[in-house]
Each structure stands twice: as structure tokens, then as C-alpha cells.
């Protein structure tokens, strides 16, 4: 008798640096894919932004992975210290 396969179980999007949970983390989708690389996961309580993946299971594994664009943090301002 044949195993029968098991779905594939979608990635989760973990909690963010910041503490932020699904739903102020989640998808985002560019407007103007730029090299096929059209999907990327961003907070919107602290502004951190995942790496741009060609989907939403790329773009998912590249947050939880760490692979992070942009942190949210600015520390200087045209070269001056806040």
C-alpha cells in the first residue's frame, strides 16, 4: 500500500527583531519587481525590511534566516550623529 504524501506546510513568518508579530509583519509585494525579485517581508512597527525574493516562501525563508535589507535603525544622518 502506498504512502499517501503529506502537504507541504507553508513557512511561518517569525516574530520580528523588535517583537512584532504577524499581522505588523508580513508580504509585501513591489509595485515594479526589479530582477524578478518582486517579494519581500517588512515590519511595520519598527521598519525592518527581509531581503527581495521571486516569492512569498523565498522571501519568508530569507526573514527567518535573517538576510535582512534594511534594519530599521539609523544611526547617522548625513554623517551626523543624532
Do not use: F
Request: hydrophobic share 30%; glycine share 14%.
Amino acid at each position: 500500500m502506498a504512502k499517501a504524501k503529506q502537504p507541504k506546510e507553508p513557512p511561518v513568518i517569525k516574530r520580528c527583531s523588535c517583537g512584532a508579530m504577524p499581522p505588523k509583519v508580513g508580504v509585501i509585494k513591489m509595485r515594479r519587481p526589479v530582477a524578478s525579485k518582486g517579494v519581500y517581508i517588512g515590519c511595520t512597527s519598527c521598519g525592518r525590511v527581509g531581503e527581495p525574493a521571486k516569492g512569498e516562501p523565498e522571501a519568508i525563508e530569507h526573514w527567518n534566516a535573517g538576510m535582512i535589507k534594511y534594519s530599521g535603525e539609523l544611526d547617522k544622518v548625513g554623517g551626523e550623529e543624532q
